[in-house]
């Protein structure tokens, strides 16, 4: 298993992703592109993405046309792209996603490492990309 991070530290994000839009997109950016790097798909195959339900009211929109965007920039030629969208409690992988973001929080936030040894130790293969300025 591999788990890419994206940690944004909004006190020190430059002004120009401070809106979700744009501070969503750039995270895409560096995951969508950390992940490529380590598995690119081969011509004719298939990537499919998952998301939790999108909230469209309380910015799930720019969720989704930041992964759209960043989908369609980086995609290899001969490789299709879908976009799923499931509820995160009948989905097993977002739930694994769920609980490996739960671990990395209190790191950053608090400084308290303790649930994030407890599943690196798990030999978990961890990127973690720190997206601190505009991209």
Not at 51 to 67: F, H, I, T, W
């Amino acid at each position: 298993m591999r788990l890419i991070c994206v940690v944004a530290c909004k006190a020190a994000l430059d002004s120009g992703l401070r809106t979700p839009e744009r501070l969503y997109s750039a995270a895409f950016d560096l995951l969508v592109r950390e992940a490529l790097d380590a598995h690119a798909p081969a011509v004719g195959a298939q990537m499919i993405v998952v998301s939790d339900s999108l909230p469209v009211r309380s910015g799930g929109a720019a969720v989704l046309k930041a992964v759209r965007t960043t989908l369609k920039a980086h995609t290899p030629a001969g490789v299709s792209c879908r976009i799923l969208h499931h509820a995160s409690r009948a989905d097993v992988n977002l739930q694994v996603a769920d609980y490996c973001a739960w671990a990395v929080y209190p790191k950053w936030e608090r400084a308290d490492d303790r649930s994030f040894r407890i599943i690196a130790d798990a030999g978990i293969d961890w990127v973690e990309s720190r997206l601190v300025t505009a991209g």
